[in-house]
């Protein structure tokens, strides 16, 4: 990964690449696009006008990850959400989530560490200073972004707290407020929102919290003030709006491993030979394309992460 400076984007620039302006071509003759569609998957998408597509297609400001991908244009990367505290309906988190409050904002870091300590996030914004990731980000659901974040290794925080030898593994929650968050009030799923990470997979270096975007800070509907991600780990891992944060010894039971066990694991790595129960996870569709495209092992980040799961069975440990 080659880290880019968060001046040297410019989100303004006008790019049509070549590819994707044909295809505008046959959008006009009326193409019909074939979205995944799945019970609690991907929403049905309808086929955008002319206009529509040539508006994200100009979003995309022409800089691409280390695979050559174009970035998701702002605009898809803001309006088109997975976080169900707002709601099930991904058009519709930017609008409903545009009055959550995130200042002030406090996060607990404790459990088996040495220094616990509980961060304002102005002191995290000071202390961490943002770095540029660039990071494919895929849903289980079957779609996918390329997404310039800011934020800096989780390491680092960690590291500052002093994990003591107990800890094994890093426990993560979100904000429980259901006035705000009136998703919480869905008592399908076990709130707040928990995630969880092996220690040495939340101190590998892509494992980042995040506080931006585009070089803007976080709006609301991609988890502000501060979000983990784990590239190479399917969306649901990089949870949003986080408050607590634990050094655990026992493998923590995420919202969705509580949920649904025999379809979301602890580990949850992109694996395109390990299916959903319910759909395949060959291929994916990156927002703003039209085709689908095949999906890499550990979302492309086979060589930085593989070694983390030498000797496992990845059908076992799903
Ligand atoms: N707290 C919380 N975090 C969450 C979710 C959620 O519903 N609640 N959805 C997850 C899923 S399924 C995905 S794909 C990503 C989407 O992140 P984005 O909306 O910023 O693209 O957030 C993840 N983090
Ligand atoms: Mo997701």
Redesign the pocket.
Known sequence: MVPVKPSEITSEEVYINRKQFMKLGALALGATILAGCTPGGETKTSVPTVAEATEQITQQNGQTDELGAPFTSFKN?TN??????FTTTKEL?ASLSKDFKTDPWSVEVGGLVNKPKTFGIEDILKKYPGEERIYR?R???GWS?V?PWLGFPLGKLLADVEPTSDAKFVRFK?LLDPEQMPGQNDAWFEWP?TEGLRLDEAMHDLTILSTGLYGKELLP???APL?LVVPWK????????IVRIDLVREMPTSLWMAASPNEYGFYSNVNPTVDHQRWSQATERRIGELDRQKTLMFNGYEDEVAHLYDGMDLKVNF
């Open positions: 990367v088109y959400n997975n976080y169900y505290e988190v980000l849903c289980v659901e972004m997404i979100t929102y509907q991609n988890g979000r399917y969306g649901f891992k990089s949870i949003k709006a």
